[in-house]
């Protein structure tokens, strides 16, 4: 059967020079959303064709040391980029991945409970993550979570994220006007860019900003400042209004 099928296809001009310029396609594709990605990744796709560039002129000079040395570089740095860029391929392969098509809108009571506790808990410094999914779903971190399908008030977000509280690590999750789970975690982000200091909320909520559509609003325990993370991007917020701002903006954003 498969025999077959490579008959068929090796026969078939037209459909070689398809599959052929397809395959093309996805390769540049994952490349350049690597590249642009990742600064690391960026730096070992250089190194790499520029030993391929210098193993070339290896083999067309026929330096026989070199162009040996070139055959077992250019294996073995392959295997290395992959290896290393791994978690990076991972995030490209999840990118805007399920997408939802009965996205819920909040409520203005919704969006004012979650404002009025974020501010609560920013004036205590006390750490809290909170995730509002739109049309990317994030259940593939609600189901490692404690599920609550809870409505949304002030006092639970507080609850939730009161110290030494079962529900305290993690993020919560809303859609809608549900407190989808509480207890979430996500993948930090590999940016380098980013600050050392930066505590791992701050990374968590960049990093799930990253691959899905969400907006995460962070306040940290140490400073109790408050941030927010979309589309890849840290905001950092002054006060309720302009918190408010920021919750309609991405509500309303089609």
Known sequence: MWENIIEFINNTMWLKILIDAYLVFIIVTLLVYLIAYSRRAFYLVISLLVILGIGKIAVELNLGISAKLYEYIGFAGIIF?????????????????????????SSEDTKSEIADAVMYLASKKIGALITMERHNSLDQYAEKAIQLNS????????????????????????????????????????????????????????????????????????????????????????????????????????
């Open 81 to 105: 980029v992959i290896c290393v860029c791994a978690p990076d391929f991972r995030n490209i392969i999840s990118y805007k991945q399920d997408v939802r098509e009965n996205f819920v809108s």
């Open 151 to 254: 409505d949304i008030s002030k006092e639970l977000l507080i609850n939730i994220f009161t110290p030494n509280t079962p529900l305290h690590d993690g993020a919560v999750i809303i859609r809608g006007n549900k407190i989808r789970c509480a207890g979430a975690y996500y993948v930090l982000t590999q940016h380098e860019e980013i600050d050392k200091t930066t505590g791992s909320r701050h990374r968590a909520g960049l990093g799930i900003s990253e691959v899905t559509d969400s907006l995460t609003i962070i306040v940290s325990e140490e400073t109790g400042g408050i941030s927010i993370a979309t589309e890849g991007m840290m905001i950092k917020i002054s006060d309720r209004n302009k918190l408010m701002e920021y919750i309609d903006m991405f509500i309303e954003k089609k």
